[in-house]
């Protein structure tokens, strides 16, 4: 301990500290980032991932970084994997045996009714440095080779005892708020003792990255994002890095039965994809191995006083379907623009406990729904348990799950409390507590989507001068940021529709209405006709939701 912290002195002050330097924590960094709001991400590890997994960015996800402006690099980085669409389940690549569980994510595009993004097919290697970078570009602190010692919270903040582990010097860190993305052995919410709810551990596999020429021939035209291999002897997950030479393959590990890491030696894994994939001299050179375990555990509350856990500290599921992930980043986008109002002074700090409120209930039935879907594909290595699927069962598909989820309760006025937290179907139709519908519209000469709107401020979407005006008297009288679009045809409409689409229709109001629009993109409440003092209405909604009382 050095003198400094032996007097009590704190070297640095950070209105935000992210420990954790992984897709959740750095998603983090770049929302925060984006919002204005200063913040320090230490991460223990010396770089970021060099392992190809964790790859599949879902549409909401991708609309995340549509409006955070790193799509396209996002897009360039995934470039070798483009055309890689579907699942496969077979007993052997060689030959026509085995079918596609689906060929196609979107067949028919029929996304594009929804959304103005598309599923994206980035590894985590990949993704990683593109927001690391775009993080640092936006003015975040993230330091890695980094660990956090120790922290105490008090109520006015967090003293956080930092370790260089390139260096061993410490320091002392003093943080308004503590995001926890520090994985799913999280020494955060242990020190927290912060419980968990679920099945727990289901399945463990061993991620094995190889070389191999001649699989390209083997897969020939097969574009798949992932293929389960069944044979019962030497089952697995075949998963193509560069559909050329590099490869990934999950192997099914069971430590329950005494299996060790280390009788995963080079001849066992190349023997065992020689056999699943069928060809018994197949060129196959070992590069590394990695062992991952897959659970479905949810946190039981997201937050302790200023500390928030985020990501797989918050919760853990399976990883067919690739939810876990998307979930972690969009915790982390939900936490964001919360805790950049309560700094901004904007909105008061109860408006953060909305967090838990709305955040684990999509993640206990996202983790169903993942379990589900490993039952559904036969994830090698999974033997649920009977009835283990339960209420996760099959919905008809994961557009639903990755885009229509809902808060019924939170920072949200108006919403269905009765209605599922997962819908069975796609229903984007301005709901309070849903995502705001997506549809293109014209601002200033330019076609840009509805969703392009909401990052910085509460936005307000009307027809109605009534409702315009008392937007720009209620941002002025609470000191709120709140953006008003009018919608229409006319000379003062900031926005006009690019088709003929009815934006009133679409988000479920009249012309005389009103919807209030989050800034993470979710519809914070709406009035679907006229009222008689709007400016009233609108103040006393915005006043409920920010909590400003």
């Not at 955060?188 to 003792?193: D, F, G, K, M, N």
């Not at 229709?505 to 209405?513: I, L, M, S, W």
């Not at 979710?522 to 679907?528: C, D, L, N, P």
Request: hydrophobic share 40%; aromatic share 6%.
């Amino acid at each position: 301990m050095n003198r400094s912290e032996e007097a009590g002195e704190v070297g640095q002050h950070t209105p935000v500290l992210i420990v954790g330097g992984s897709l959740v924590g750095l998603s983090t960094s770049l929302f925060l980032g984006r919002l204005g709001v200063p913040h320090l991400l230490v991460e223990r590890h010396s770089g970021t991932s060099i392992h190809p997994r964790g790859r599949g960015n879902n549409v909401r996800t991708m609309e995340l970084f549509r409006v955070a402006e790193v799509q396209r690099r996002i897009e360039e980085a995934a470039s070798v994997l483009a055309d890689n669409h579907g699942i496969m389940q077979t007993p052997t690549l060689v030959g026509d045996a085995g079918e596609w569980l689906f060929k196609e994510i979107d067949p028919g595009g029929g996304l594009a009714r929804f959304s103005p993004s598309v599923w994206c097919l980035c590894s985590q290697n990949d993704l990683e440095p593109v927001l690391l970078k775009s993080a640092r570009e936006l003015g975040g602190d993230l330091r890695f080779s980094t660990e956090l010692m120790s922290f105490e919270q008090d109520a006015q903040g967090i003293t956080a005892r930092l370790k260089s582990r390139e260096t061993g010097e410490h320091s002392t860190v003093r943080a308004d708020y503590l995001v926890a993305a520090d994985g799913p052995r999280s020494p955060i919410r242990e020190r927290l003792a912060i419980g968990q709810s679920g099945p727990g551990d289901l399945f463990h596999n061993v991620s094995v990255t190889f070389t191999s020429r001649a699989l390209a021939d083997v897969v020939g035209d097969r574009r798949f994002i992932v293929c389960y291999l069944t044979n019962p002897e030497a089952d697995g997950a075949l998963l193509p890095v560069d559909n050329e030479e590099h490869w990934v393959f999950h192997a099914p590990w069971h430590p329950e039965h005494g299996e060790t890491l280390e009788e995963f030696t080079d001849e066992r894994c190349a023997d065992h994809i020689r056999r699943a994939v069928g060809v018994p001299d197949l060129d196959v050179r070992i590069t590394g191995r990695a062992a991952w375990h897959a659970a479905e555990r949810v946190a039981e509350r997201y937050s302790d006083g200023r500390v928030f856990l985020a990501g797989d500290s918050a919760h853990e599921m399976s990883p067919t379907g690739a939810f876990g992930s998307n979930t972690g980043i969009q915790d982390a986008h939900n936490l964001a623009w919360k805790l950049a109002a309560v700094l901004g002074g904007w909105a008061g700090p109860g408006l953060l406990k909305s967090y838990d409120a709305e955040r684990r209930p999509v993640a206990e039935a996202t983790s169903a729904r993942a379990s589900s879907r490993s039952v559904e594909h036969s994830h090698p290595g999974y033997i649920p348990a009977p009835g283990a699927a339960g209420p996760g069962g099959k919905k008809g598909g994961i557009l639903n799950v990755a885009l229509a989820y809902r808060y019924p309760r939170g920072a949200v006025l108006g919403a269905d409390q009765s209605a599922p937290i997962v819908p069975d179907g796609m229903r984007l139709t301005g709901e309070p507590g849903s995502r705001a519908p997506h549809m293109w519209v014209n601002r200033s000469g330019t076609r840009v989507s509805t969703l392009d709107l909401y990052e910085r401020s509460m936005v307000l979407l009307t027809s109605a001068d009534k409702w315009h005006s008392a937007a720009k008297a209620v941002a002025q009288l609470l000191s709120v940021p709140l953006d008003a679009y009018r919608i229409g045809s006319g000379p003062d409409a900031e926005l006009s529709p690019a088709s003929d689409t009815d934006w009133a229709e679409v988000h479920g109001v009249t012309d005389d209405g009103a919807v209030l629009v989050r800034p993470d993109g979710f519809v914070a409440w709406r009035s679907e006709g006229p009222s008689a003092s709007p400016e009233t209405a609108l103040r006393e909604a915005l006043t409920a939701i920010l909590d400003r009382s």
